[in-house]
């Protein structure tokens, strides 16, 4: 299961709390953005399931930002549930 994690950071934090979230090099973690509009980070993590919620919230959220929370202002996860591709629908 995909889980999008979006991350306000405190100003001129950013950097901070991106490159320390690289560092950890965690399984789960697939990608880390940069991004603009209301929020500064984008996190896709991965999960297997099996009690999927509880895993996330316990291994990857607070070992992602464990350091760094005096550095966020708030976070919003998100689960994705299916990946569309071009292959999947027929345009004409």
């Known amino acids: 299961m995909q889980f999008f994690i979006f991350i306000r ?16 090099r965690l399984k789960e973690v697939q990608e880390i953005h940069s991004i603009s509009g209301d929020w500064d980070l984008m996190v896709r993590a991965l999960v297997t399931p099996r009690g999927v919620e509880a895993d996330f919230e316990s291994n990857v959220m607070e070992t992602l930002l464990a350091d760094q929370w005096d550095n966020v202002v708030r976070t919003q996860t998100i689960i994705g549930y299916r990946v569309f591709n071009p292959e999947d629908s027929f345009v004409e």
Not at 12 to 17: D, F, H, M, P, S
């Open 9 to 24: 950071c405190k100003p001129g934090k950013t950097t901070e709390v991106g490159l320390s979230m690289v560092k950890k």
